[in-house]
């Protein structure tokens, strides 16, 4: 992406490796800029990969407006197999200039960087009705509670009283921080319930969050799966 300067961020499964919470993937999620320039930028750079678009749907920036995510499989002799998944819109979460300001820069090794999402965006993408990214997002913020533990800035400890799912720790953290605890109160019921010390109602409420998250993307995703659905038919018709 960076050769053929695209402006995209990393996601998913990979950027959780790098904030510290890992998480096994077998391809490359992106959050991309869905302007004509860019996707020309970007579609060189696939084409650089020999990827290709996998079934549908095709790689259109109407289908990217409306939040569909486009796959490709890389058919180079280095990267063979390896996925790419690419979206422009996120349930839940900003449009992409305002990723872009936030996002976090990794210096790897050999001088390789990295663009991801930061970690409160990418928190918010992992908000899923799919089982396995809530265990995945606990991890990521007990990894940014433990990693900025002795250095607790403003922004972090806002960012582990709004999100912390881990009833011990938010508990801790209400202790830590009374005053900030005390206006997180007022937006999220788990913290007035640490606040209390009614740790049973600390995680009823966390349960809540979770099951109203899940119907929120349910019903995001409902009429893309319809059309989903319609496209692959289509797509069978004809090949």
Request: with cysteine; hydrophobic share 45%; net charge negative.
């Amino acid at each position: 992406m960076r050769i053929h300067d695209v402006a995209a961020l990393l996601m998913g499964g990979q950027a959780c490796v790098l904030y510290g919470a890992a998480e096994f993937s077998r391809d490359a999620d992106f959050a991309i800029l869905a302007s004509p320039d860019n996707l020309g930028r970007l579609r060189e750079a696939m084409r650089a990969l020999r990827a290709e678009v996998i079934a549908v749907p095709p790689f259109e920036a109407a289908y990217l407006a409306r939040g569909h995510a486009v796959h490709f499989r890389c058919g180079d002799a280095e990267t063979r197999g390896f996925r790419v998944d690419v979206m422009a819109m996120l349930r839940g979460v900003d449009p992409f200039p305002d990723l872009w300001a936030r996002r976090t820069t990794w210096e790897l090794p050999e001088g390789l960087q990295v663009e991801t999402l930061s970690l409160p965006d990418l928190v918010a993408s992992k908000k899923t009705q799919r089982d396995k990214d809530w265990p995945m997002v606990r991890r990521l913020i007990e990894a940014s509670y433990a990693q900025g533990f002795d250095a607790p800035t403003p922004e972090r400890v806002r960012f582990w009283l709004r999100e912390l799912r881990t009833p011990e720790l938010l508990t801790e953290a209400v202790h830590r921080f009374p005053d900030e605890a005390r206006q997180a109160a007022e937006q999220r019921q788990a913290v007035e319930a640490a606040l209390a010390g009614d740790a049973e109602r600390v995680a009823v409420c966390m349960d809540q969050e979770e099951v109203e998250e899940r119907a929120l993307d349910r019903a995001y995703w409902t009429p893309l799966k319809t059309e989903l659905e319609r496209l692959r038919h289509d797509h069978r018709r004809t090949s």
